[in-house]
């Protein structure tokens, strides 16, 4: 009786198109959670679940993508032998049947574009190690949302055999939940030869071609799966997935509080006082709040998500928990000193101001479009993020910027990820300087050359 399979085959060839504008320049399956890419994620439970020794993964619309994360894979901890082979640009199930000439024993099949966290795959081993007799066996399950079902495809079943498959079903027959991961026979490849294409697609559809060898051999059995499933449609899906695994380890993450600039801000001990029992670590600067001082910090930080605030005691750490809420499915959050209701009388953040730097965060806006970013506000100096966003964009931060944290947002955005803006409170302290309408000006022109220059540098 088999204890392992042999061979697994990762689909990572389509355009992901419901995930634009990200996919256009991102491979959906090296989207990463938990800072592993999906596909490895998904090599990880053949090899070590399933025992797999051989993985074909297909590869097509951004494929140099794909090879470079599957030479990450190949130099893991994964003893595995991996190869790449190139889509047929006929669909999933062609993609397959390519592999006919290198395959003639029963593989496992998983779509490239899913997540499943805390997997449990040891029901795909017993069914193979006590069931000789059958064509295919598809991995499913139990969720109580109908919404879910709809969007994949659901399975009707006379015992534990599939009597068909339903695909995206308006009223799905049960709670089963047909996933992407299949434990498939060669015979698979002549199923594929007869079945016709799709009037809708234009091709063979694999889930016409499973539901075909169920309907004709009566051999297609559905394995119950134990894990939180994610099908990776769209970014609000990625967004989703991030999420869920971040809340469920977010007391495992630590804080660090970095405070450039204190030398100069006699309420830096207040700022102390005040988020000392919130953070594990609060690291304080000397000097002006610059672009070199601010990486400084971040560097020196041992946290997992870096929370950046100004000296002076403008900010306070009651708005703390809402920035931390936000990071569970964004790389960085930003505060935002435009909502009238939260500054408090007397500060320096006058209409003018609100305007200005609101003219600003559209210019963002509008340079960086596909990128779909949301500001207005530019220059408040209080925002999360996380210490492996923040190493990714590091080499395009300049340590002479006197306004870093305009230069964060963009970096953050042109890196394709996720930066969210939300409303915070501004105090008015000793320290808050004196409102100038030229100096106001003045530094709206320099942050304005920051976003003009990051754009050519984008561009070139």
Not at 47 to 61: C, D, F, N, R, S
Not at 191 to 196: A, E, I
Not at 323 to 344: A, C, F
Request: aromatic fraction near 10%; hydrophobic fraction near 40%; include cysteine.
């Amino acid at each position: 009786m088999p204890e392992h399979v042999n061979i697994g085959v990762i689909a990572a060839a389509g355009k992901g198109t419901r995930a634009y504008p990200r996919t256009t320049q991102i491979h959906k399956t090296v989207f990463e959670i938990q800072g592993k890419t999906l596909l490895h994620h998904n090599a990880e439970i053949l090899v070590k679940q399933l025992g797999v020794q051989k993985i074909y993964v297909i590869a097509g619309h951004l494929e140099a993508q794909v090879r470079a994360a599957v030479k990450k894979i190949s130099v893991s901890d994964l003893k595995v032998d991996i190869e790449v082979i190139n889509w047929t640009r006929r669909g999933l199930a062609a993609d397959v049947a390519s592999l006919s000439d290198k395959i003639s024993e029963p593989f496992q099949l998983i779509l490239g574009d899913e997540f499943y966290y805390k997997p449990d795959f040891s029901a795909f081993l017993q069914f193979s190690a006590s069931n000789r007799d059958f064509e295919a066996a598809i991995g499913y399950v139990h969720t109580p949302f109908v919404t879910k079902i709809r969007k994949n495809y659901s399975v009707l079943l006379e015992g534990d055999r599939i009597k068909r498959l339903v695909e995206k079903p308006a009223d799905p027959p049960n709670d089963m939940l047909g996933v992407g991961s299949y434990l498939l026979k060669p015979s698979y490849f002549e199923f594929f030869r007869k079945t016709p294409q799709s009037h809708h697609s234009g091709v063979v559809e694999i889930t016409y071609v499973l539901d075909r060898m169920a309907q004709e051999t009566g051999k297609v059995f559905a394995v119950p799966l134990t894990c939180d499933y994610f099908n990776i449609n769209t970014m609000q899906d990625y967004h989703q997935a991030v999420y869920e695994v971040r809340n469920d380890q977010f007391d495992t993450f630590s804080v660090s509080l970095i405070i450039p600039g204190g030398k100069h801000a006699a309420l830096t001990g207040d700022v102390v006082e005040d988020f000392k029992d919130k953070v594990r670590e609060i690291v304080v600067l000397d000097g002006a709040f610059t672009g070199e001082q601010v990486m400084n910090g971040f560097d020196r930080a041992t946290g997992d998500l870096l929370v950046l605030v100004s000296p002076d005691g403008a900010f306070r750490s009651k708005d703390l928990p809402k920035l931390l809420e936000y990071m569970k499915d964004s790389d960085m959050v930003i505060g935002t000193r435009v909502t009238r209701q939260m500054i408090e009388q007397g500060s320096n953040v006058r209409p003018f101001v609100r305007l200005v730097n609101l003219f600003l965060g559209k210019l963002v806006d509008v340079f960086w479009w596909g990128q779909q970013p949301r500001f207005t506000d530019v220059d408040c100096r209080y925002l999360c993020i996380w210490k492996d966003a923040y190493l990714g964009i590091r080499p395009q931060l300049s340590h002479r910027s006197k306004f870093p944290v305009v230069e964060l947002m963009i970096e953050v955005v042109r890196h394709f990820m996720r930066c969210v803006e939300i409303p915070v409170s501004y105090h008015t302290t000793q320290e808050t300087e004196p409102y100038s309408f030229w100096k106001t000006c003045k530094n709206a022109i320099s942050i304005g050359w920051i976003i003009i220059r990051k754009k050519i540098e984008f561009s070139i």
